[in-house]
């Protein structure tokens, strides 16, 4: 079965520390893997994908993701957080049908 | 680019009246746009993939009598909840699809209140 988890329900981190956001998939044939990011009431910002070539993904504001095929990982990873990273943070898959499926997500808070 | 927008932004309406929610990709064409229904501190949840001319796809337990879905051009997909019921209240955000790179481009979500 096809699937994405986000182990961790809530990060904390202070700012100006790394900051690691975890995924992990479960899909048949290559993975076409995506983090988007939700801020309060507001829709899904697209951050990065993997879809094939290089396994460190750069994105948007400074973000990266890791894929490991090994692993069957995908972390998004930032070193120096800042505040305004505080957010909710989804992880998703392409299925074979070209939907996505989606972590529950996983809520970064990074405190001053 | 990829800019996907949504109107209302929020709509509070009566118990048992319509309500229109409009989705439109600015600057690419969809031929395929996605409905989600997010309940508070939730995942998201497909509801059902619009389709250019063509019949919506519901994902199973969403009642399409209920949630009727046009997509009668490629930038524009509407999702009209008919007869609301406070249950039917939740945060509603669309997607388009941009093929060119196969991925989704969120609209910034109409919140629904039925009284």
């Known amino acids: 079965a096809q699937s994405v988890a986000q182990p961790e329900d809530q990060v904390n981190v202070a700012e100006g520390n790394p900051l690691t956001v975890k995924c992990t998939y479960s899909?048949?044939?290559?993975?076409?893997l995506f983090w988007y990011v939700q801020y309060p009431n507001r829709g899904l910002q697209f951050l990065l994908k993997y879809i094939t070539g290089d396994n460190l993904v750069k994105g948007s504001y400074g973000f990266e993701a890791e894929f490991n095929k090994s692993q069957t990982s995908f972390h998004l990873k930032k070193p120096s957080a800042l505040v305004s990273d505080s957010a909710l943070y989804f992880c998703?898959?392409?299925?074979?049908?070209?939907?996505?499926?989606w972590g529950l997500g996983t809520s970064l808070a990074v405190n001053p | 680019g990829a800019v996907v927008s949504q109107h209302p932004s929020r709509v509070i309406c009566k118990s048992g009246t319509s309500v229109k929610i409009e989705c439109r990709s600015l600057?690419?064409?969809?031929?395929?746009m996605f409905w989600y229904r997010q309940f508070p501190k939730k995942s998201l949840m497909l509801m059902a993939t619009?389709?250019?001319?063509?019949?919506?796809?519901?994902e199973q337990g969403v009642e399409k009598d209920k949630f009727l879905i046009n997509h009668a051009s490629l930038t524009l997909s509407t999702l009209t909840v008919t007869s609301a019921h406070p249950e039917d209240s939740s945060f509603y955000i669309c997607?388009?699809?941009?093929?060119?790179?196969?991925?989704?481009?969120f609209g910034p979500g109409t919140r629904l209140t039925v009284l």
């Open positions: 619009s389709n250019e001319g063509s019949k919506a796809t519901y």
């Open positions: 899909v048949s044939g290559n993975p076409y």
């Open positions: 997607s388009a699809r941009r093929e060119a790179t196969d991925t989704q481009y």
């Open positions: 600057d690419f064409q969809a031929t395929t």
């Open positions: 998703a898959v392409r299925s074979n049908n070209r939907k996505l499926i």
